[in-house]
């Protein structure tokens, strides 16, 4: 097997992890299964630290709508995290 065989299995066992997990629990910034969701005044959930990053960038704005959100306040998101 060569380099770019082994990084195609590489890149087809990270996509399988998601596979099958319902859309809800996959951060919209990373595409990745959220370990520590939060979510914004609009009601959208994140992972935590992406969406952290996001407003560290000065942008109080939404990821999924570009909407200017309210507050850059994060609730944990407990149903999802369970």
């Not at 960038?57 to 959100?69: F, Q």
Request: contains cysteine.
């Amino acid at each position: 097997m060569d380099r770019s065989e082994a990084e195609g299995d590489a890149e087809a066992g990270a996509f399988m992890t998601v596979r099958g997990v319902p859309p809800d629990f996959i951060c919209p910034i990373t595409q990745e299964i959220m370990e520590d969701p939060c979510t914004t005044v609009d009601g959208n959930a994140y992972e935590r630290r992406a969406i952290e990053a996001w407003f560290a960038t000065g942008r109080v704005t939404s990821p999924l709508t570009n909407a200017r959100l309210g507050s850059r306040a994060l609730m944990p998101n407990l149903t999802l995290k369970r």
